[in-house]
């Protein structure tokens, strides 16, 4: 295997980018990362992205964003439909392969012209599921209350890594919902005390749906310390999917998390052996975290009470940005949490770092990234 | 191909139908049609376009890097990804880069005449074509080079859309070359630019109106 | 939805198009498209037992029964040939409740999303309940299907599912 190193990122997320079309606004970003390792689009080896024709409604939208990339002379590009994770981990198996040393890689996603609740929808079972209609916040408060009901988690819980959200988020300026804009909400009492609009689930169990994209370049070995000062290696990195049928899944569960976890190097809460510094989690909807924290074995190892609250590592174990709690860019917010994790570790805010994405419906697909710094 | 291609295992095994719906007529498909609404709101360079459209101007912008004018603008420089921010004010006369002489008819446009003509249009002073209908010309009249004009809807029928012009329409004006017409002269400047022998673009260069 | 190459969406949206309250261009987008999709045999035995009137599952590997069925084990991937008749009545598993129908979902009335375990079934079908609050819900109370006069196999063939009387 070569080491392979996350050594730029740039991201912008906010709630509506509605004066920019999604070129306008991602040429700023990758422009961003292009001068951060003093590359021109021709300059890197491969470059791929992750987006979604359903959230431009236009097909093969993607084209149109390769503008702001700069793609002549001919570039080597690829493109998932697929959260800006995956086209990373595309982008690595392109460099393990040692086919290339260096890659650019980004997503974006401006869910604001339409409503993401109901555009999820179509990635459904299309004969039994999609012609009803479900929206997104009602499936996955099918599956919160199966979680609550099992006594594999509380109410309490569910706000308390809300709450924690809130908290976290704070300073993060990429946040949309934070303690700013949420002060009386800091806590898990002060949330219990609020509605539940798609019940069991608060407003605030629900990441909020914004406009945003990131771009993150990756180089191999030699080429990864010529290009930054503290290059971020990725140690260990997988993916892997259930079943899509969410009426013959366990919803409670998250076992392709598990495996990619472990896959990726990850046992009993730790990374061959080594305590994490901090993780970044892709889970749109509390309760999800707590699976997700469930599937790590990190609430047993790492002595976390269930509520998320850190335990003895405190609020910036867990999503020590927010989280897509405070802002969800659809297809971005994956790769959004290597980019989160990496800066952390570039700033020297910690050494190892897990960052995790998903993908489908309810944690259907998960993809895990260990980072270390160097 | 032989049509003894055997049928794959996975797909040999007979799914038996209950005896309840056996002799019934079989559901073979299921319509499931999706409709998604969106508040599409055009972007920077897009607002400006439409918006100057409506008052009968055309805008493109110039790249930043050499020169070259796109129109209609997208906010960027699609070969090197650099960020455009300056309008150039086009003159709604230009020339045919490309044509076609189209048999079948437009959904919604029972007003188009078959057969009718759509072309690259390359207005004066910009680099690239957009398409447009050319009318008020004898399809076989159409040529590479021909040069072209606007003809608007009527004053009040103008607003921010792209149907304001009907059609382009012969000037009669001397046509422009064959290799310096629609994208020939542009590929031209940038092959030059590539050998590092080029000077800034001079955009069409080739027509009356930018010299 | 049809894009003019001289740059504007928004042309192809006629009347609907306006301005936002801060004076920019708006339009509105409709994405439509009219799938007409093949069902397979799995799946259109299920279809055309919504249209007599009766629901059917399918056994897995497993010997465990899916309902809705699919023609693939979701688990192994094989092929699933043997349909069994499930429910029509069943257990609700998990439920949320939906106060506003939104605008593709079809029905007009509140209502309760409800994961049901049809009787005979290991696994869940997703649907309806139509019940007058949501103080009328709970985690394993027997509902049963409301069918619609007019069916034609499709899985709204089932207008929703109601309490189990008694």
New interface residues.
């Given amino acids: 295997m070569r080491d392979i190193a996350i050594v730029a990122t740039s991201m912008v997320q906010t709630l509506a980018m509605?004066?920019?079309?999604e070129?306008?606004f991602m040429?700023?970003v990758?422009?961003d990362v292009?001068r951060q390792v003093s590359m021109e689009?021709q300059d890197f080896g491969f470059i791929c992205s992750g987006s979604s024709d359903?959230l431009a409604?236009?097909a093969f939208s993607f084209v149109?964003t390769?503008?702001?990339?700069?793609?002549?002379?001919p570039i080597s590009e690829s493109h998932v439909e697929m959260d800006g994770a995956w086209a990373l981990y595309e982008a690595w198996v392109k460099l393990q392969l040692g086919e290339v040393d260096t890659a650019l890689i980004y997503s974006y996603g401006k869910t604001?012209?339409?409503?993401l609740?109901?555009?999820l929808?179509?990635q459904l079972d299309?004969?039994?599921?999609?012609?009803?209609?479900?929206?997104a916040h009602?499936?996955a408060?099918?599956?919160a209350?199966?979680g609550l009901?099992s006594g594999q988690f509380t109410a309490t819980d569910m706000a308390a890594v809300a709450a924690r959200s809130l908290r976290n988020a704070t300073d993060n300026p990429l946040a949309v919902r934070s303690a700013k804009t949420h002060p009386n909400l800091t806590t898990a009492e002060n949330i219990l005390a609020e509605a539940e609009v798609?019940?069991?689930?608060r407003e605030l169990d629900c990441a909020i749906d914004v406009d945003g994209g990131v771009a993150v370049v990756i180089a191999a070995e030699d080429e990864a310390r010529r290009l930054c000062d503290r290059p971020v290696w990725i140690r260990g990195i997988d993916h892997r999917i259930d079943?899509?049928?969410?009426?013959?899944r366990d919803?409670t569960r998250s076992e392709s998390a598990a495996k990619a976890a472990a896959q990726a190097g990850m046992a009993n809460g730790c990374f061959n052996g080594e305590k994490l510094d901090f993780i970044e989690f892709y889970a749109p909807y509390s309760y999800q975290e707590l699976i997700l924290l469930s599937e790590l074995g990190l609430i047993d190892e790492l002595g976390l009470s269930a509520d998320g609250s850190g335990g003895a590592n405190g609020d910036d174990f867990i999503n020590p940005s927010g989280g897509v709690l405070a802002g969800h860019t659809m297809m971005g917010s994956g790769l959004m949490r290597l980019a989160e994790a990496s800066q952390r570790i570039s700033q020297g805010k910690g050494d190892r770092a897990l960052a995790h994405a998903t993908s489908g419906p309810l944690l259907q697909q998960n993809l895990i990234c260990v980072l270390e710094g160097e | 191909m032989s049509a003894k291609i055997p049928k794959p295992t996975a797909l040999a095994k007979p799914v038996q139908l209950p005896e309840r719906i056996a002799n019934v007529e079989q559901v073979r498909s299921?319509r499931?049609p999706?409709s998604?609404?969106?508040?599409?709101?055009?972007?920077?360079?897009?607002?400006a376009y439409l918006t100057a459209f409506g008052e009968k101007r055309i805008l493109g912008q110039r790249s930043p890097v050499d020169g070259a004018v796109f129109v209609p603008p997208?906010?960027?420089?699609?070969?090197?990804?650099?960020?455009t921010t300056e309008y150039v004010e086009l003159p709604d006369k230009g020339h045919i880069g490309s044509f076609c002489v189209t048999q079948v008819p437009i959904p919604g446009r029972d007003d188009l005449e078959l057969p009718y003509i759509s072309a690259w249009i390359f207005l004066d002073g910009a680099d690239i074509g957009f398409i447009g209908l050319v009318g008020e010309c004898d399809t076989a009249d159409c040529r590479i080079g021909m040069r072209v004009e606007a003809v608007w809807k009527d004053d009040d029928q103008i607003a921010q859309t792209a149907e304001n012009i009907k059609w382009w329409r012969p000037t009669g004006e001397p046509d422009v070359a064959f290799d310096q017409a629609g994208g020939r002269g542009f590929a031209a400047r940038q092959a030059a630019r590539?050998d590092g022998t080029g000077h800034a673009s001079q955009p069409n260069s080739a027509n009356p109106a930018s010299q | 939805?049809s894009?003019n190459a001289t740059g504007s969406?928004a042309s192809s949206a006629g009347e609907s198009a306006s301005t936002?309250a801060d004076g920019?261009l708006r339009a509105d987008?409709v994405?439509e498209y009219p799938?007409n999709?093949t069902?397979g045999e799995i799946?259109g035995a299920f279809?055309t037992g919504l249209r007599e009137g009766v629901i059917y599952g399918v056994r897995t590997s497993d010997g465990s029964i899916?309902a809705?069925p699919?023609d693939y084990d979701?688990?192994t991937a094989e092929p699933l040939t043997e349909l069994v008749e499930v429910g029509p009545a069943g257990e609700v598993?998990?439920?949320?409740?939906?106060a506003e129908p939104?605008?593709?979902?079809?029905w007009n009335h509140p209502f309760a999303?409800?994961?049901i375990r049809l009787d005979g079934a290991h696994?869940?079908?997703?649907?309806?309940v139509r019940v007058a609050s949501?103080a009328e819900m709970r985690?394993g109370m027997r509902v049963e299907p409301k069918w619609n006069a007019e069916r034609q196999g499709?899985?709204?063939d089932i207008a929703y599912f109601e309490p189990v009387a008694g």
């Fill in positions: 509605d004066t920019d079309t070129v306008e040429v700023p990758i422009s292009k689009a359903f409604g236009q149109h390769l503008d702001a990339v700069g793609a002549v002379p604001s012209p339409g409503s609740r109901d555009v929808a179509t299309p004969y039994y599921v999609t012609p009803l209609w479900p929206d009602s499936l408060a099918l599956a209350r199966i009901e798609v019940p069991p689930l079943a899509q049928n969410i009426g013959a919803l | 299921v499931t999706i998604l609404n969106y508040d599409f709101i055009p972007g920077q360079a897009a607002q997208r906010g960027v420089d699609p070969r090197f990804g650099v960020a590539a | 939805m894009a969406e936002t920019r987008l994405l799938f999709r069902t799946i279809l899916m809705p699919t979701p688990n598993k998990s439920w949320t409740w939906c939104r605008r593709q979902q079809p999303w409800a994961l696994t869940h079908m997703l649907h309806a949501p985690i499709h899985i709204c």
